[in-house]
């Protein structure tokens, strides 16, 4: 028979435990899952996040990028376009990323969950005829 009561409770790994927080912090995944994708400007990334705002989407890039998992790359133009690009270590994720999409295509919520994207100010609904 198998003992079901262990001596030592398990030890959760410092390292992991940071690591889950990082990532699983509202909004970080998506941002994370779309540049794996292909480097965005800011805009890009807003449009293809539903629900985000522009403060959120802010703090979660300058957070990210101070962890060292995306870097920001201004090109003096004119206007002055920025980029947003994963490093080397933010690419590193990208396995474990694909196994979270395998695993939601398979147990996870149906596409019905997604809301769409809310228009802002700006670009108003078209009107119904």
């Known amino acids: 028979m198998r003992e079901t009561a262990t001596p030592h409770p398990p030890a959760l790994c410092a390292q992991f435990h940071r690591a889950a927080e990082l990532i699983g912090r509202?909004?970080?995944?998506?941002?994370?899952?779309?540049?794996?994708?292909?480097?965005?400007?800011?805009?890009?990334?807003?449009?293809?996040?539903?629900?985000?705002?522009?403060?959120?989407?802010?703090?979660?890039?300058?957070?990210?990028?101070?962890?060292?998992?995306?870097?920001?790359?201004?090109?003096?133009?004119?206007?002055?376009?920025?980029?947003?690009?994963?490093?080397?270590?933010?690419?590193?994720?990208?396995?474990?990323?694909?196994?979270?999409?395998d695993w939601a295509h398979k147990f996870g919520a149906g596409p019905e969950a997604v809301k769409p994207r809310a228009r802002r100010l700006g670009n108003p609904a078209p009107r119904r005829a």
């Open 26 to 101: 509202r909004w970080t995944g998506a941002i994370i899952f779309v540049l794996l994708g292909a480097d965005c400007r800011f805009a890009t990334l807003r449009d293809a996040i539903p629900d985000i705002t522009d403060r959120m989407l802010s703090e979660r890039l300058q957070e990210l990028e101070q962890e060292g998992i995306l870097e920001r790359t201004v090109f003096p133009e004119t206007p002055v376009r920025v980029e947003y690009s994963l490093t080397r270590k933010g690419r590193g994720l990208a396995a474990a990323f694909d196994a979270i999409a």
